[in-house]
């Protein structure tokens, strides 16, 4: 993941899904599902379903394009998860791509604005960074914090991207940089936030009994759930609270049985230090104003109590919109099956992914297990 | 259905979603899926799924936007018929929503090339009335018709038209009108065309026996099922076969066990007239060049062996793009329930709907029954 500039829309996608069936030894499933939100604004492209099932040499196939923002690349895994679990398809595939450079002034900040409320928020020119910032101040204040308690979030997400060959951002980052970091809409900073990348992530889902007749190194999927809330920061019940990850979460840990303590790691949606935080509270893992602690006190790391962002997370892998919640997906499996490298995280069972869409409207959350 | 300009994306949206919660007297589904293509480009709005849940009041649910250009109606209720035929939801609902009207200059023409395909297509100037103009021009010089042997397809829908109190243009056009009508893209004229329009239709999916059990009037979904082909034009095997619709209506009829003459009456997308005449040979209808002959004879008006555009089509009710599929499965609900008013068809038990993304990349297509 990276700044493709040589790459189209369409190849990171092709790439993407290729790698993955042919991981899987799977020649042609019977549908694909691509997560991304922004094709239409900034390739105008859209029909990217049929456009990438054709490109990648499966013309005929069902093929959906869906959309949830920032959350766009789980909710397509979601959808195609609904379509296997339920019978109602056997072998399908989900990419999630997303091309954002090699755009014209500010086009991607525009389109970025998009996952925000157009109407209250995007029409005042509040950016997505702004966003967050007004989110962060509010944390600060409310709960006595100050812009360096934040750094552990960047930090450990470059300490683990130095490991991941497919990371955008492969160095380590002293405290000393991120406090001298420039500010992007106070009190958000440079490395507070995740970069501006193309990429595209993908996999392959069957029946487990089938991936195992198969002799398929595979995962099983032990919940997937979703949750909404406002999408505008001032309709929300509590701006200082993701009611849609309390939502997905609880969904999450009732259908795989299981509680917060009991995951090996969790691939949160850090795209700003601040959702790090609100992902860690929604989730179960601290109070509400507790989320920082767990940097702070060096919980997060790979030997920590509960490692996150393994790989780098969106802060130093990167962060294409909506293929973001597939390298969440497929990081998880990596870490499953014993394939993650140099951060290879020991006797992992059970990891979390939560992927987000927008300041928080559209959270998705799933719980995967190692196959033995 | 109608331009619109005092109501904003979301509150077309959100009228006809809880317009459909009211007929079927559920306050809260499960979750929602909302069809659309373009309000990312014309309304600088994304994470439209959980904007439309929390402005019907449904904030929590889940709900994902789905995108397969004009067939994204269809092919949003195609994602939650798998999640409710597969048992994996019960009651959830489907809303198809455009605002096309009230943009800047060009916006929504090029909005609409996104429907192409951007890099091989839209990129040298093709439109998509120009995509339709080749596939009409060559038609014609292939099986030797005239442009006014088109005018039946037309004139049909604008009968039909008159009786729908939610059709855009309710008046009936005549041969001389549709002769002289101006060119937009020659062969393609105007009253070839259907209307830029703003809309929203929804519909409530559950089990059938639950469905009974409340008391409903429903119909039931008796097939579902979708194929893609190439975006561009010139990668298909023959541009003049709809290979994606010969796909899904295949898959339609093996599932459902029927054949085309059992069908009582075919909702297909007629945003053009060649798309008509495309549609009733990809279906098996008539053969490759015998479209056109169901409109100089008859057959399609509402006393013809195969009745089309029942309530007039997307010619005459009007085609606000992702809303479209969603207008075509309402209203072969209101013929399978006794519902169309002046055009009621007698007897009707299987219908079926087309829905056609781009120039036939992504074809969707249901059958419904009458539940006595």
């Not at 939100?37 to 013309?59: C, I, K, P």
């Not at 889902?205 to 001032?234: E, F, N």
Request: with cysteine; aromatic share 6%; charged share 20%.
């Amino acid at each position: 993941m990276r700044e493709h500039w040589d790459k189209a829309l369409r190849i990171l996608a092709e790439e993407a899904l290729l790698g993955a069936l042919g991981d899987a030894g799977i020649e042609r499933p019977e549908a694909i599902w691509v997560g991304n939100m922004m094709s239409g604004q900034l390739s105008s492209q859209e029909n990217l379903g049929a456009l990438v099932a054709d490109h990648a040499g499966l013309r005929g196939i069902e093929a959906f394009k869906v959309e949830a923002a920032c959350a766009s690349g789980a909710a397509a895994f979601r959808n195609a998860f609904l379509a296997v679990a339920g019978g109602m398809m056997d072998i399908v595939a989900v990419c999630g791509v997303e091309k954002m450079t090699d755009t014209m002034g500010d086009a991607t900040t525009a389109a970025l604005a998009g996952a925000a409320d157009a109407v209250y928020e995007g029409e005042h020119g509040l950016s997505f960074v702004g966003l967050n910032a007004l989110l962060m101040q509010r944390y600060m204040y409310e709960h006595g914090y100050q812009r360096r308690d934040f750094a552990g979030f960047a930090m450990t997400a470059h300490r683990n991207a130095v490991g991941n060959p497919n990371a955008m951002f492969r160095r380590e980052i002293s405290l000393e940089a991120f406090e001298r970091a420039k500010p992007i809409a106070d009190p958000v900073g440079l490395l507070d936030s995740a970069g501006i990348a193309d990429g595209a992530a993908a996999a392959v889902l069957m029946p487990t009994a089938m991936a195992r007749a198969h002799g398929l190194r595979c995962v099983r999927i032990k919940a997937s759930a979703s949750g909404t809330d406002a999408v505008a920061l001032h309709d929300r019940r509590d701006p200082l609270v993701l009611e849609a990850g309390v939502l997905s979460s609880q969904r999450a840990y009732s259908q795989a049985g299981i509680t917060p303590p009991e995951l090996d790691f969790f691939e949160l949606h850090d795209a700003f230090t601040i959702m790090s935080a609100l992902s860690l509270e929604a989730s179960g893992f601290a109070p509400r104003g507790g989320g920082v602690r767990l940097a702070l006190d060096g919980e997060i790391a790979l030997d920590g109590r509960l490692p996150i962002a393994t790989l780098g997370g969106l802060k130093a892998r990167g962060h294409p919109v909506g293929a973001t919640g597939m390298y969440q997906i497929v990081e998880a499996v990596q870490q499953l099956r014993g394939d993650a490298g140099r951060n290879q995280l020991p006797n992992c069972r059970l990891g979390m992914t939560q992927n987000i869409g927008g300041s928080g409207a559209n959270i998705v959350t799933h719980i995967f297990e190692r196959v033995e």
